[in-house]
């Protein structure tokens, strides 16, 4: 039996709005060994016609015998892949051309890499180009091609997720075992925490390239973490990791202080936006999820006298490169 270069990973509920475009641009990459496997979470639109309907060999469709959620089906496909190298894919995303080949290209020529990802396009609902991709150009331009453990840290704790999205991500099957494979306890934190997880134990590796369009819009899993609260409370794991990490890298005071003008900074918005939208539910999960981290107050105070961040902005840039230098890169 042939055994393709590399696995693509397309885990799918009620996507049928976007799937065709995303499938086809899959389908017209220059490397052409490739399986695509079409994960489906028990969807009720036409989501399965629309992956069944492609007549080529190399897609393959399943579906869960019931609603597992995404990272639970990821976790699937990862078993039942056969390949070493496993790109993960949205439904509503585009792959732009030549970009499955850069991710292959890339993992054969840094084998220490566990996990790679690359820089994008945003689009909107409708695929125009938006260039809300150029807020992460000071971050992009700090990050290494390979990045070694303690760098890793040091990125994901200034920057935060720094794949953005599971689609900028392929990730080697041995790393993804290593790690655990990711938790199905939450929907909003557990690709952050995988790829916090793999950086531990493998160099992490970025494609200065953009090689994808992400699709934004209302329906996206983030935007309804943010609505609903869920992303503070699952991301303070991730947190806590990092900081174990840095101790010795960044002082208690900077860890302190970093996080209440940053993070801790959005947070307070996102609570504030929900008590303007009447939405009490979701403002009191949200202001008992910051309290949770310590020094609710002071992120409240900062939100109020930097006007969330307009008038001051930590300058996250010049403390990674003071604390960067300092590292055996």
Not at 94 to 105: A, H, K, Q, T, Y
Not at 167 to 195: C, H, I, N
Not at 283 to 293: D, E, V
Request: proline letters at 3%; glycine letters at 8%.
């Amino acid at each position: 039996m042939h055994m393709p270069r590399v696995t693509i990973l397309l885990p799918v509920h009620n996507g049928e709005n976007y799937l065709a475009e995303s499938v086809g641009s899959i389908l017209e990459q220059d490397l052409r060994d490739f399986e695509l496997h079409i994960l489906d979470d028990d969807s009720s639109d036409g989501s399965a016609s629309v992956a069944q309907s492609t007549g080529d060999p190399r897609v393959r469709y399943s579906r869960n015998s019931s609603r597992f959620g995404l990272f639970k089906t990821l976790n699937r496909g990862f078993e039942e892949a056969r390949t070493e190298l496993i790109r993960i894919w949205s439904h509503d995303d585009v792959m732009l051309p030549g970009s499955l080949r850069r991710f292959v290209e890339f993992a054969a020529a840094h084998p220490s890499v566990g996990m790679m990802y690359s820089d994008f396009f945003a689009i909107d609902a409708e695929g125009k180009r938006t260039g809300a991709e150029s807020l992460y150009c000071n971050q992009r331009a700090r990050t290494a091609e390979v990045a070694k453990p303690q760098l890793s840290a040091l990125l994901f704790w200034c920057y935060g997720c720094l794949p953005g999205n599971i689609s900028t991500v392929m990730l080697r099957r041995a790393a993804w075992e290593k790690v655990g494979r990711f938790s199905t306890g939450s929907q909003q934190a557990p690709d952050y925490d995988m790829w916090v997880r793999v950086s531990e134990c493998y160099d992490v590796g970025f494609i200065c390239e953009k090689t994808i369009e992400l699709r934004e819009h209302s329906l996206q899993l983030g935007r309804v973490g943010q609505k609903q609260m869920t992303t503070i409370e699952e991301e303070l794991p991730v947190l806590v990791r990092l900081e174990e990490r840095l101790r010795g890298v960044l002082s208690k005071d900077e860890l302190r202080r970093g996080w209440v003008m940053e993070r801790g900074r959005q947070h307070v918005h996102w609570v504030v936006k929900a008590l303007l939208r009447g939405d009490f539910e979701a403002m009191t999960r949200g202001w008992k999820a910051i309290k949770a981290y310590g020094q609710p107050w002071s992120q409240v105070l900062f939100w109020l006298v930097s006007v969330n961040g307009r008038l001051f902005i930590p300058d996250r840039n010049k403390l990674f490169d003071m604390k960067a230098s300092c590292l055996t890169l």
